[in-house]
């Protein structure tokens, strides 16, 4: 799996996050933070059963907000950040609160000093935000809070569709 650098500390790749390797992977996740579809329901599914108590003492999650529980049966990291993306229709600033997902995804990510983390697609699937203008979002923040921060950390956009992947490729 071939990773291109979009900036210093910051990748794309061609993958699904769930079993990418690193300190931790963020969730597009649901309100009630109890799994859903997709990587939602992916994570939920490998990570097991302990996953889902943990999040249910979280009493779910606000958009643009994160949180963390351990990634329990899922070995590839150690920790699942959990953040909730705007519906695009039906938000009135989703750029903001997409831009916020990814800034609290990130301090906590620092908070327990990952040094590296993995994102999945957030808001880009039945949340319905539009790829390019998602992928262009997500790049702007990571790579103004990596500027922001003396953390070094790697962040890793993980591309599971092929429309993802040409988004973010694009912005290099």
């Known amino acids: ?52 108590e943990a999040c249910k003492k979280l009493h779910g999650c606000e958009t643009g907000q994160a949180k963390i529980t351990y990634s329990f049966d899922l070995a590839t990291c150690k920790y699942i950040i959990d953040t909730v993306g705007p519906v695009f229709k039906l938000s009135q600033s989703p750029k903001k609160e997409l831009q916020a997902c990814y800034k609290n995804s990130l301090d906590l990510a620092m908070k327990y000093k990952c040094r590296s983390v993995a994102f999945s697609g957030i808001s880009t699937g039945v949340y319905g935000y539009p790829i390019d203008q998602a992928a262009s979002v997500a790049s702007e923040v990571v790579k103004q809070w990596l500027e ?25």
């Open 148 to 172: 922001k921060h003396n953390f070094a950390i790697k962040v890793i956009f993980c591309c599971y569709r092929d429309s993802e992947y040409k988004a973010y490729t694009k912005l290099i």
């Open 1 to 52: 799996m071939k990773e291109i650098e979009l900036s210093k500390n910051l990748f794309v790749v061609k993958a699904s996050v769930v079993n990418f390797p690193s300190d931790a992977i963020v969730n597009a996740a649901n309100k009630t933070l109890l799994g859903g579809g997709g990587v939602d329901g992916a994570i939920h599914q490998a990570a097991g059963p302990k996953l889902l």
